[in-house]
């Protein structure tokens, strides 16, 4: 049957090393139905390779195959990690925990981690139900724990799970573990390697107490305790868009004083299929229509949405003509530094030694707030784990007020090593009481802030260029920024490149090259190049390292003299945005 699909040799291959190897019968079940269907496109998708197993962990859509999310490969990867732990802790006995999301399959791929390394001789401290990623971070610190394993594929579509690898400091593991696992794993070539009966008394089930302690945690972060009293009836929508926010986002805003708090019922159960919604991603309008349409009902103050995982989130104002509109990353981001600027300054809490950190391509704005309130900006690599890193790098010597990107992930306090919904939730919902205190809505707060420190803008433009020529056409794309950089962009010239591949940084007016400090700090080698003007644009050039797309990232900015020019400035920063990018031809 296989002969007459004229499927590839390496496709071949696979289908037979899982019909002949040690699967399960419901397994090779499905496999020969995919066969006797004919299917030859699914087969292939799902064999044709093995599903890549990166530095931060894979992702894949779920099903049978090499390349799919399933047991057996959920398996190879946790025997490569059980492997490596066992190789590098010699000293004392292993600990692991693990958490995962609501999506389909979630909770069986816990517990095979789980059996696989119980029967590797590692302890595992598992969470009975459901729970967010950032409190899988600070349960892996707070336990001691050496390791720690989220299943989650994030904010994709629904057919897709994930498995993400954490090392024990709470962040998503970095050099050299990250390299060195992903060896164990690719070493994993057959499934009889793989340690799949369980030893039931080395798992052990977790819950209650961590949740309290995860609140307590995120309860700490709160900057002005009296003012949240005097603003309890404070209008919030929240969607947990059918994730495990629901679990901790409504204690989080009630341990705050929050009553009026108001949940979107459509949303509210774990749901795997995410029923109504097309991608279960807060960044989307489409994912946060009903939340909107409910704070319109309500006349809210404040919507707020979590992914599945609870890592990200992602918010909505009503503007002056009493429409509710999102907020980008960015502008989040901004609106939560500058009101911990504002409030650390207040309290008289800044000394000298205080940090944020984003990341390279998130809003410039960011580093100018730091910089007039006498606070250092630290700007890594993209990835939360190289903010983690920093955070690391300076614990005893800088304390870490807060940072983010650009990606709606944001963190406060250092607590958590990783994106924190749920104490992003309860900072955007603080920061709300505080501008309701003061007599103004949350859009005055943002225009106070653009017309304090300049109206910053910055645009997205993303470039799939699909299969081996696609990948080439993007490699020659960075090949000729870097070889022939822009000399102006809208008019302004470029006067600095900052190249990541090389970690050189370019002065075009006096010539001069000089090194990038590299190896700590989030900063390494990285395909990434970024170009500066007179005038404060920025643009950024940085291939995907898990999709076959280029992204550009083009940051502008400009003064706001009041909140009445608002949409003008905005209309204005947008046209210059799409100047640049007709301008370069990225489109």
């Given at each position: 049957?296989?002969?007459?699909?004229?499927?590839?040799?390496?496709?071949?291959?696979?289908?037979?090393?899982?019909?002949?190897?040690?699967?399960?019968?419901?397994?090779?079940?499905?496999?020969?139905?995919?066969?006797?269907?004919?299917?030859?496109?699914?087969?292939?998708?799902?064999?044709?390779?093995?599903?890549?197993f990166g530095t931060g962990g894979m992702r894949g859509e779920i099903g049978v195959g090499s390349n799919r999310m399933n047991k057996y490969t959920v398996g190879a990867a946790t025997q490569g990690l059980a492997n490596y732990l066992n190789k590098v802790v010699t000293d004392e006995p292993i600990k692991v925990a693990i958490a995962y999301d609501s999506r389909n399959f979630s909770p069986e791929f816990a517990q095979t981690a789980a059996d696989i390394l119980s029967a590797n001789g590692i302890a595992v401290y598992l969470y009975k139900e459901l729970r967010p990623t950032p409190q899988l971070s600070f349960t892996v610190r707070e336990l001691g724990c050496h390791s720690g394993i989220v299943i989650t594929a994030s904010h994709n579509p629904r057919e897709y799970n994930g498995y993400k690898v954490y090392w024990n400091d709470g962040s998503q593991v970095v050099a050299p573990?990250?390299?060195?696992?992903?060896?164990?794993?690719?070493?994993?070539?057959?499934?009889?390697?793989?340690?799949?009966?369980?030893?039931?008394?080395?798992?052990?089930?977790?819950?209650?107490?961590?949740?309290?302690?995860?609140?307590?945690?995120?309860?700490?972060?709160?900057?002005?305790?009296?003012?949240?009293?005097?603003?309890?009836?404070?209008?919030?929508?929240?969607?947990?868009?059918?994730?495990?926010?629901?679990?901790?986002?409504?204690?989080?805003?009630?341990?705050?004083?929050?009553?009026?708090?108001?949940?979107?019922?459509?949303?509210?159960?774990?749901?795997?299929?995410?029923?109504?919604?097309?991608?279960?991603?807060?960044?989307?309008?489409?994912?946060?229509?009903?939340?909107?349409?409910?704070?319109?009902?309500?006349?809210?103050?404040?919507?707020?949405?979590?992914?599945?995982?609870?890592?990200?989130?992602?918010?909505?104002?009503?503007?002056?003509?009493?429409?509710?509109?999102?907020?980008?990353?960015?502008?989040?981001?901004?609106?939560?530094?500058?009101?911990?600027?504002?409030?650390?300054?207040?309290?008289?809490?800044?000394?000298?030694?205080?940090?944020?950190?984003?990341?390279?391509?998130?809003?410039?704005?960011?580093?100018?707030?730091?910089?007039?309130?006498?606070?250092?900006?630290?700007?890594?690599?993209?990835?939360?784990?190289?903010?983690?890193?920093?955070?690391?790098?300076?614990?005893?010597?800088?304390?870490?007020?807060?940072?983010?990107?650009?990606?709606?992930?944001?963190?406060?306090?250092?607590?958590?090593?990783?994106?924190?919904?749920?104490?992003?939730?309860?900072?955007?919902?603080?920061?709300?009481?505080?501008?309701?205190?003061?007599?103004?809505?949350?859009?005055?707060?943002?225009?106070?802030?653009?017309?304090?420190?300049?109206?910053?803008?910055?645009?997205?433009?993303?470039?799939?260029?699909?299969?081996?020529?696609?990948?080439?056409?993007?490699?020659?794309?960075?090949?000729?920024?870097?070889?022939?950089?822009?000399?102006?962009?809208?008019?302004?010239?470029?006067?600095?490149?900052?190249?990541?591949?090389?970690?050189?940084?370019?002065?075009?007016?006096?010539?001069?090259?000089?090194?990038?400090?590299?190896?700590?700090?989030?900063?390494?080698?990285?395909?990434?190049?970024?170009?500066?003007?007179?005038?404060?644009?920025?643009?950024?050039?940085?291939?995907?390292?898990?999709?076959?797309?280029?992204?550009?990232?083009?940051?502008?900015?400009?003064?706001?003299?009041?909140?009445?020019?608002?949409?003008?400035?905005?209309?204005?920063?947008?046209?210059?945005?799409?100047?640049?990018?007709?301008?370069?031809?990225?489109?």
């Amino acid at each position: 049957m296989l002969k007459n699909l004229n499927l590839e040799k390496t496709v071949e291959k696979n289908i037979k090393t899982w019909l002949n190897g040690r699967y399960d019968e419901e397994t090779k079940d499905a496999v020969r139905k995919l066969i006797d269907e004919g299917n030859s496109t699914q087969l292939t998708d799902s064999f044709y390779r093995n599903l890549e197993f990166g530095t931060g962990g894979m992702r894949g859509e779920i099903g049978v195959g090499s390349n799919r999310m399933n047991k057996y490969t959920v398996g190879a990867a946790t025997q490569g990690l059980a492997n490596y732990l066992n190789k590098v802790v010699t000293d004392e006995p292993i600990k692991v925990a693990i958490a995962y999301d609501s999506r389909n399959f979630s909770p069986e791929f816990a517990q095979t981690a789980a059996d696989i390394l119980s029967a590797n001789g590692i302890a595992v401290y598992l969470y009975k139900e459901l729970r967010p990623t950032p409190q899988l971070s600070f349960t892996v610190r707070e336990l001691g724990c050496h390791s720690g394993i989220v299943i989650t594929a994030s904010h994709n579509p629904r057919e897709y799970n994930g498995y993400k690898v954490y090392w024990n400091d709470g962040s998503q593991v970095v050099a050299p573990h990250d390299k060195n696992i992903v060896e164990e794993v690719n070493a994993i070539t057959n499934v009889k390697n793989i340690k799949f009966k369980g030893v039931k008394k080395r798992i052990k089930m977790i819950g209650e107490v961590l949740d309290k302690k995860y609140l307590k945690a995120v309860k700490s972060i709160a900057v002005s305790p009296r003012m949240l009293k005097k603003q309890s009836d404070l209008k919030i929508v929240f969607s947990p868009i059918h994730g495990t926010g629901i679990t901790m986002v409504p204690p989080a805003l009630a341990q705050l004083g929050f009553t009026n708090v108001t949940i979107v019922k459509e949303q509210a159960n774990p749901d795997g299929n995410f029923s109504t919604v097309v991608y279960p991603n807060p960044e989307e309008k489409e994912a946060m229509t009903l939340a909107m349409n409910k704070a319109k009902e309500i006349d809210a103050d404040l919507v707020i949405a979590t992914d599945p995982d609870a890592d990200r989130v992602g918010m909505a104002v009503k503007n002056p003509k009493g429409e509710w509109q999102l907020l980008n990353g960015n502008q989040a981001a901004s609106l939560i530094i500058y009101y911990l600027l504002k409030s650390w300054k207040k309290a008289k809490k800044l000394t000298g030694k205080e940090f944020v950190c984003k990341t390279i391509v998130t809003t410039d704005l960011i580093d100018a707030m730091a910089e007039k309130s006498g606070v250092k900006c630290y700007n890594t690599l993209t990835g939360f784990k190289y903010i983690a890193q920093v955070i690391r790098e300076l614990e005893g010597q800088e304390t870490f007020i807060g940072g983010g990107e650009e990606s709606y992930g944001y963190l406060i306090g250092d607590k958590v090593r990783d994106k924190d919904a749920i104490a992003s939730c309860a900072m955007i919902a603080e920061l709300t009481a505080y501008a309701k205190q003061n007599g103004i809505s949350l859009f005055d707060f943002l225009a106070d802030m653009y017309k304090q420190y300049g109206f910053y803008y910055e645009g997205l433009v993303s470039v799939t260029r699909k299969g081996k020529t696609g990948a080439e056409e993007i490699q020659q794309m960075m090949a000729d920024f870097r070889a022939n950089p822009p000399a102006t962009l809208a008019g302004s010239k470029v006067i600095r490149m900052d190249d990541y591949g090389q970690l050189t940084r370019t002065d075009f007016k006096t010539k001069e090259t000089v090194s990038i400090p590299s190896g700590k700090l989030g900063i390494e080698s990285s395909n990434v190049l970024q170009f500066f003007t007179a005038d404060g644009t920025k643009f950024t050039c940085r291939p995907s390292g898990t999709e076959p797309k280029i992204k550009f990232y083009i940051g502008v900015k400009s003064k706001l003299k009041n909140k009445e020019d608002f949409d003008a400035t905005l209309e204005q920063l947008k046209d210059k945005v799409a100047d640049i990018a007709k301008e370069l031809k990225l489109n």
